[in-house]
């Protein structure tokens, strides 16, 4: 079954487009995709969709319309989950899914130097829009915020093709596409820079001032700002006819240029390897990084065979816009290997599956020990499960330093995943004297905003550890925050409980040494 809201709304199955019963069944279909795969409250559907006017028994209306909408949707789709409905769609049956999976791609490609190749996937993805999202809700008020953050991506996945055509010198063939977007966007300036350049190497020099000074008119006018300190170091590099502004010939088929930011993932186990992927893989994306696939043998016997199974994941990486490189060799002592490579390497976090004897008994063995005590970058130990994350994020939150980096990796993740970050903390036990966490995951949540721009939501739970473990139950990804203390108390009883039984995939994340 397929779901596209970037149009009309429109739902399809091998059988042609599906009736969905009226406008209240498609509206609240319309609101459960805005938010897919994520529990939506009843009382929550309620307020979008009639407001103030909300009818009598409008829980029980609301009953009926769901109702309603499963008869015409596959069985497994609409599934009732306390305290509202969710409606479940896979990786690739909701058009927003590929679209940003496809953008995601040509972020990559085009960071790793192949500029034609991230032009095509770009143009894959913007081929998706059929006119403006939810177009059959452009007055409901419920839909108003998703239509406007959809249109910010889909501009902005316009603004990264035309950096790629603009990096293959074809700049003559923008100029009419950028006249028409500065247009119906007068205070971007990202396109207004994306003009003037075009316009410059067109040989259109008195243009490109001309469009300086109407996006300085503009600016001032309409914000009483001045034109950034990036338009205006464009403008007096036309003037001075910089040599840096004409395109560079384009890099040989094959010759890229690669991304200086990395992560080094090792493969232990290779029957565990999808599962470091679905986590790694989305870290490289945005911004885009190196991929470093690592596979340590104990034996030489195995390590001819362990290269080429490595070298076929690194291709199929390549193929799918992931810079990557691959290397195995023979250790004894993998756990000083890897720590000794992340080092050499720069790379900004080392990520590795969780070894059984750590879930097992609770403390690291010696390997385990001397790659958290030497790695100078942040390791994240995978406790995966059959499911890969697909969801919210979930980050239990006390305030410690071991906490912020599980925040932070948590947020890279969310951000990049387009998913829900939430801070969990314990609701107040006043008979043991204890406020609830809510200051505390304020705190957080705000710093989060300021350093990387994405919402983090508050999540109160009852204290202890079946609290946590009963919030994980709807997370796609859980990540906690190894103690300092780790050499002394291992994982210590709450989080080994959480690493052995929370539903979803959880990361093990050691802040760096440096």
């Known amino acids: 079954m397929e779901f596209r809201i970037l149009g009309p709304l429109e739902v399809w199955d091998e059988g042609?487009?599906?009736?969905?019963?009226?406008?209240?069944?498609?509206?609240?279909?319309?609101?459960?995709?805005?938010?897919?795969?994520?529990?939506?409250?009843?009382?929550?559907?309620?307020?979008?969709?009639?407001?103030?006017?909300?009818?009598?028994?409008?829980?029980?209306?609301?009953?009926?319309?769901?109702?309603?909408?499963?008869?015409?949707?596959?069985?497994?789709?609409?599934?009732?989950?306390?305290?509202?409905?969710?409606?479940?769609?896979?990786?690739?049956?909701?058009?927003?899914?590929?679209?940003?999976?496809?953008?995601?791609?040509?972020?990559?490609?085009?960071?790793?130097?192949?500029?034609?190749?991230?032009?095509?996937?770009?143009?894959?993805?913007?081929?998706?829009?059929?006119?403006?999202?939810?177009?059959?809700?452009?007055?409901?008020?419920?839909?108003?915020?998703?239509?406007?953050?959809?249109e910010e991506i889909r501009l902005a996945a316009a603004e990264l093709r035309i950096e790629a055509d603009l990096t293959l010198g074809r700049h003559d063939e923008l100029v009419g596409e950028l006249e028409a977007l500065v247009a119906e966007h007068p205070l971007r300036e990202r396109l207004r820079r994306y003009l003037m350049t075009a316009l410059y190497r067109s040989g259109r020099q008195a243009e490109a001032l001309d469009a300086y000074q109407d996006a300085r008119r503009a600016l001032v006018d309409e914000l009483g700002l001045e034109p950034s300190t990036a338009l205006q170091q464009l403008e007096r590099a036309i003037l001075r006819q910089d040599p840096a502004l004409v395109v560079e010939a384009p890099a040989p088929a094959g010759v890229r240029k690669v991304a200086e930011r990395s992560i080094l993932v090792a493969v232990t186990h290779e029957t565990r390897f999808e599962a470091l992927l679905a986590v790694a893989e989305p870290l490289v994306r945005q911004p885009a990084r190196v991929m470093i696939l690592a596979r340590l043998v104990s034996d030489a016997a195995d390590l001819r065979s362990a290269s080429a199974w490595l070298e076929e994941r690194r291709s199929a990486l390549e193929a799918r816009g992931v810079v990557a490189r691959a290397a195995s060799f023979t250790s004894t002592a993998p756990g000083e290997e890897l720590a000794r490579l992340a080092s050499e390497l720069d790379v900004e976090l080392l990520l590795t599956d969780a070894p059984d004897e750590l879930l097992a008994e609770g403390?690291?063995?010696?390997?385990?020990?001397?790659?958290?005590?030497?790695?100078?970058?942040?390791?994240?130990?995978?406790?995966?499960?059959?499911?890969?994350?697909?969801?919210?994020?979930?980050?239990?939150?006390?305030?410690?330093?071991?906490?912020?980096?599980?925040?932070?990796?948590?947020?890279?993740?969310?951000?990049?995943?387009?998913?829900?970050?939430?801070?969990?903390?314990?609701?107040?036990?006043?008979?043991?004297?204890?406020?609830?966490?809510?200051?505390?995951?304020?705190?957080?949540?705000?710093?989060?905003?300021?350093?990387?721009?994405?919402?983090?939501?508050?999540?109160?739970?009852?204290?202890?550890?079946?609290?946590?473990?009963?919030?994980s139950r709807d997370a796609g990804l859980l990540v906690v925050g190894l103690s300092t203390r780790w050499h002394r108390e291992g994982l210590g009883p709450a989080r080994l409980r959480l690493a052995r039984e929370a539903a979803p995939p959880t990361l093990l994340v050691r802040r760096g040494l440096r």
């Open 363 to 471: 403390a690291p063995d010696e390997q385990l020990t001397a790659l958290l005590a030497e790695a100078p970058c942040d390791v994240a130990l995978l406790a995966p499960r059959d499911a890969s994350p697909g969801g919210p994020v979930l980050v239990p939150f006390g305030g410690a330093e071991h906490d912020w980096a599980a925040v932070e990796l948590g947020a890279w993740f969310a951000r990049t995943e387009h998913a829900p970050l939430r801070l969990a903390g314990a609701a107040a036990a006043p008979e043991q004297g204890r406020r609830d966490a809510s200051r505390l995951l304020s705190h957080g949540a705000l710093a989060v905003q300021r350093v990387l721009g994405i919402s983090a939501e508050p999540l109160l739970t009852p204290p202890g550890e079946e609290g946590m473990l009963e919030a």
């Open 16 to 150: 042609g487009e599906v009736a969905l019963g009226g406008r209240k069944p498609r509206a609240l279909l319309a609101v459960l995709l805005v938010h897919p795969n994520e529990v939506v409250p009843a009382d929550r559907l309620i307020d979008e969709l009639w407001g103030e006017d909300s009818p009598e028994r409008a829980a029980a209306v609301l009953r009926v319309n769901v109702s309603r909408l499963r008869k015409a949707l596959r069985q497994d789709v609409l599934t009732t989950r306390s305290p509202g409905y969710v409606v479940r769609v896979g990786p690739d049956e909701l058009d927003l899914h590929r679209f940003e999976r496809l953008v995601d791609e040509g972020r990559s490609l085009l960071a790793g130097g192949l500029a034609a190749d991230a032009s095509g996937r770009l143009r894959d993805a913007l081929s998706l829009w059929r006119g403006p999202a939810l177009a059959d809700f452009a007055y409901e008020g419920f839909a108003q915020a998703a239509i406007a953050r959809l």
